[in-house]
């Protein structure tokens, strides 16, 4: 197909499992790496999306959390240590890429679970109107993909609400209260961003994150699953499909027995991919293919060995890209070990391999 697509007619071209001019191109690199780079010569005043020509994918994002006070308690030149809106007290590194090491959870039971949810109501305050009216406009013209950025289920409640272990448990022992975070975080979700979308703000997918696996193995089993976080994600499904829009769900980690059960429930994309952890993009594709799009599959491990990733991506681009259906970006996020230079070729040879 000649001619050059903005992302959306490109993405939208994916989501119908259609070939394109070539496959959209994304990925996130940390801080650390954009401070990497910005010391290589990258301008302070471009955003790496527009610096390195990748595809351009929005999000509209919205609070649904307690607002507790957030505070710093310690700050040194390596790291902050911080309460969040979530009630979590974390700390996190200035200089190098990672997640937040997440220390203390002010929710830690039922009832300091009721103190946080009264705090939780669908108020228009918590959208910021005047920074969408600013960018809205410019990102319709610009033809980008815009994605509600939904905050809901397991990964968001264990890892930003209440505690790994403590949520692991739950489960098990009270569930109700497990299903009543996973009800009400969802509620926020919806009434906020159906204001969103009742203003003239309409957007092209949901998406939101919920890491369900980890090396090899799942947090929880199919059972549980299905019993208490499945019809939280079908209702969130229905919500888009509804008003005509697409469904990507982020979830790290093998779950590959849990791909049937996204399908079932109604996600048209699923990312990462994460190859690590045992996820094989190829088999994928092979499998689900006609019925799931994807996003990810290049082994961010890789990225520290240059020549074997550009082997890797000649290994899976064309794969994935066939009849539609794909997006290139790694299994994980772009690690500070990963030069200016070497990111230029990555996507260089991302948008070679993705031509169609």
């Known amino acids: 197909m000649a001619g050059t697509m903005s992302t959306k007619k490109r993405v939208k071209r994916m989501y119908a499992h259609q070939e394109a001019d070539r496959v959209p191109v994304i990925d996130q690199p940390w801080g650390a790496t954009l401070e990497r780079w910005h010391k290589e010569g990258m301008p302070h005043d471009v955003e790496y999306i527009d610096y390195f020509g990748l595809d351009k994918f929005e999000t509209i994002f919205i609070d649904n959390s307690p607002q507790f006070p957030q505070e710093v308690i310690e700050e040194t030149e390596d790291y902050v240590i911080r309460t969040s809106r979530w009630g979590a007290t974390l700390k996190e590194w200035k200089h190098r890429g990672g997640v937040p090491e997440f220390l203390e959870y002010r929710i830690s039971d039922p009832d300091s679970w ?55 448990t739950s489960m098990i022992d009270n569930p109700e209260w497990v299903k009543d975070m996973f009800s009400h975080f969802l509620k926020m979700n919806l009434k906020l961003y159906q204001m969103v979308w009742d203003k003239g703000y309409h957007f092209d997918e949901v998406s939101w994150p919920d890491d369900l696996g980890y090396k090899g193995a799942q947090f929880f089993s199919l059972k549980t699953y299905r019993e208490l976080l499945k019809p939280f994600h079908k209702k ?86 066939k009849q539609g259906g794909y997006i290139v970006s790694s299994d994980h996020s772009v690690p500070e070990n990963f030069s200016r230079k070497q990111f230029e070729k990555f996507v260089s040879l991302a948008h070679e391999l993705g031509s169609y």
């Open 114 to 168: 009721q103190d946080a949810k009264e705090r939780m109501k669908p108020d228009p305050g918590r959208i910021d109107w005047d920074d969408l009216d600013q960018k809205y406009k410019n990102w319709r013209d610009e033809g980008a993909w815009i994605s509600a950025g939904f905050w809901f289920g397991f990964d968001v409640t264990h890892a930003r609400a209440v505690g790994t272990e403590r949520l692991l």
């Open 236 to 321: 969130a499904a229905d919500w888009a499909h509804e008003k005509g829009i697409k469904v990507k769900l982020h979830s790290c980690g093998d779950v590959n027995p849990f791909v049937p059960e996204f399908i079932d429930l109604g996600i048209d994309m699923l990312n990462p991919l994460e190859v690590k952890a045992g996820m094989n993009p190829i088999e994928l594709k092979e499998k689900y293919g006609d019925k799931l799009c994807f996003q990810g599959g290049i082994n961010a491990l890789l990225y520290e060995k240059p020549e074997k990733l550009w082997s890797e991506m000649k290994k899976i681009i064309p794969q994935m890209k």
